[in-house]
Nanobody, 120 residues
Framework: VELVESGGGLVQAGGSLRLSCAAS????????MGWYRQAPGKQRRELVA????????NYADSAKGRFTISRDNAKNTVYLQMNNLKPDDTAVYYC??????????????WGQGTQVTVSS
């Protein structure tokens, strides 16, 4: 199983970016999908937003009202629309996908990370 992220970049404060993460490979089903981030100098990744297979969403307080997570089950893809970006949003963003592979094993997979930099 491979996760490919895209959409990061450099943006000014107040701007927008849309991240995508596509899963491919021997997939039977996908359960929860989510986005995490690791800010410069921080050792831990923090949850930004998550979405279940049924479409229920969960957001970090810092993301509420500005970010929207969505998924396209036909494309095995999760998106993160980020609006009104702030310098504090600068981080490497990682997608996480919980899935069942074709051999019916439960796997947790991480993307390679995409850099988001917000300038003031």
């Amino acid at each position: 199983v491979e996760l490919v992220e895209s959409g990061g970049g450099l943006v000014q404060a107040g701007g927008s970016l849309r991240l995508s993460c596509a899963a491919s490979g021997s997939i039977f089903s996908i359960n929860a999908m989510g986005w995490y981030r690791q800010a410069p100098g921080k050792q831990r990744r923090e949850l930004v937003a998550a979405i279940t297979s049924g479409g229920s969403t969960n957001y970090a307080d810092s993301a509420k009202g500005r970010f929207t997570i969505s998924r396209d089950n036909a494309k095995n893809t999760v998106y993160l629309q980020m609006n009104n970006l702030k310098p504090d949003d600068t981080a490497v963003y990682y997608c996480k996908v919980d899935l069942v592979s074709s051999d019916y094993r439960v796997n947790r997979n991480w993307g390679q990370g995409t850099q988001v930099t917000v300038s003031s």
